[in-house]
Structure formats: structure tokens, C-alpha cells
T-cell receptor, first 113, second 112 residues
């Protein structure tokens, strides 16, 4: 099974709201990723967790806060977002660092009003 | 630094015709290369990967890609296009760390 699940599928939030995106995988993968994808653009890496520790933060604004409660779960906490943060947020996982292929979830379509 | 260039933001082929999507990479070390497909409002699906075991890589849905080190290319092909192949395709490279670098993407249109 190469499935990565993400909830919710769609999310609409105001600029003062706090919400969270959730991602789960049961493949035993030890690296998990958050990407942001704007329309007609490739995914942009936001964060990487490797063995449950944050290993890469691509200079993402602090209004995005990642969390990795355990090796199967990855959350992205959202607070005080801006309309330009509206995008498709993709979670991915891989066996580990070192060139392994990444498996992507279906994404959460986020709209900030 | 690693990078990927996909030639042609849009490619249009007739159903049954050859599909050729071009990808050139830049890497300071032997790269790991991938092709992904994305259907509208969905996540990315892995088509195939190159990890130095063989230069011709076969993937899912009849796609294959050939790694040519001398040309720094990893073009994606399919002998006969189906309507269901219409999607956006991304080439990606990593030098072995966690960071995957994507090309800008190529939208494939299949005409009936």
C-alpha cells in the first residue's frame, strides 16, 4: 500500500482563524514533507521531517507551523494566514533521506478569505 | 546545485501518437531522477524513477524514460497516447538528500 492520506480535502478559513491540516501514512516511511502548490506551478517544498525531527525549513513564514507527533503523522498548523496563502497543500512521504521516491497525498485545497 | 528544465510547457498529440516529454537536469553528483503525473485537483503520482540501476526505466501506464548522461537528459515517452494520459507531468531531481527539485511542468493534451 503506497497511500498517503490528507484531511480535510477542502478548507476555507478567515485571516484570523486557526486551523490544522493532517497527513498520515502507514508505509513505515521515516521522512515526511509539506509542499505548497499554486495554480499552474510545480510544488514548492516547505518542510521536511526526517526520523520525526525537522530537518529542512525552506524559510517558511511563522504563520505555518509543522508538527510531527509520531512517525506516521504530520500536521501543519495554520494561523493568521493571508489570501496569498491560498493554494493546494500536499503532503508526501519517503522511505528515508537519500534519494528515495516520494509518495504524495491528494492534497488539501486551502482558501483564505 | 541541482535543477531541472522541462522543454515545452504544453505538448499536444493525437490519440495513438507517440508521446515525448523532454527533461534536462543539472546535478553535481549522479542524480536520482523521477517523473510524476498530476491530474486536475489531485496529488502527484509517481510514474517512474531512475536510480542508476538501468538507463532505460519502465514505469506505470506504458511510460518509459531513458537516462542519457552525455546529454543530461531524462525524456519521458509512451508509444501510443490515450485520452486518459491528458494531465500535467513533472520531472524531478534529487542529489540524494531530502530535497526534490521539480521542473516547471508540461501539460499534455491528447486530441481525439
Amino acid at each position: 500500500d503506497t497511500e498517503v492520506t490528507q484531511t480535510p480535502k477542502h478548507l476555507v478559513m478567515g485571516m484570523t482563524n486557526k486551523k490544522s491540516l493532517k497527513c498520515e501514512q502507514h508505509m513505515g516511511h521515516r521522512a515526511m514533507y509539506w509542499y505548497k502548490q499554486k495554480a499552474k506551478k510545480p510544488p514548492e517544498l516547505m518542510f521536511v521531517y526526517s526520523y520525526e525531527k525537522l530537518s529542512i525549513n525552506e524559510s517558511v513564514p511563522s504563520r505555518f507551523s509543522p508538527e510531527c507527533p509520531n512517525s506516521s503523522l504530520l500536521n501543519l498548523h495554520l494561523h493568521a494566514l493571508q489570501p496569498e496563502d491560498s493554494a493546494l497543500y500536499l503532503c508526501a512521504s519517503s522511505q528515508g533521506p537519500g534519494g528515495y521516491e516520494q509518495y504524495f497525498g491528494p492534497g488539501t485545497r486551502l482558501t483564505v478569505t | 546545485a541541482q535543477s531541472v528544465t522541462q522543454l515545452g510547457s504544453h505538448v499536444s498529440v493525437s490519440e495513438g501518437a507517440l508521446v515525448l516529454l523532454r527533461c534536462n537536469y543539472s546535478s553535481s553528483v549522479p542524480p536520482y531522477l523521477f517523473w510524476y503525473v498530476q491530474y486536475p485537483n489531485q496529488g502527484l503520482q509517481l510514474l517512474l524513477k531512475y536510480t542508476s540501476a538501468a538507463t532505460l526505466v519502465k514505469g506505470i501506464n506504458g511510460f518509459e524514460a531513458e537516462f542519457k548522461k552525455s546529454e543530461t537528459s531524462f525524456h519521458l515517452t509512451k508509444p501510443s497516447a490515450h485520452m486518459s494520459d491528458a494531465a500535467e507531468y513533472f520531472c524531478a531531481v534529487t542529489e540524494g538528500g531530502n530535497k526534490l527539485v521539480f521542473g516547471a511542468g508540461t501539460i499534455l493534451r491528447v486530441k481525439s
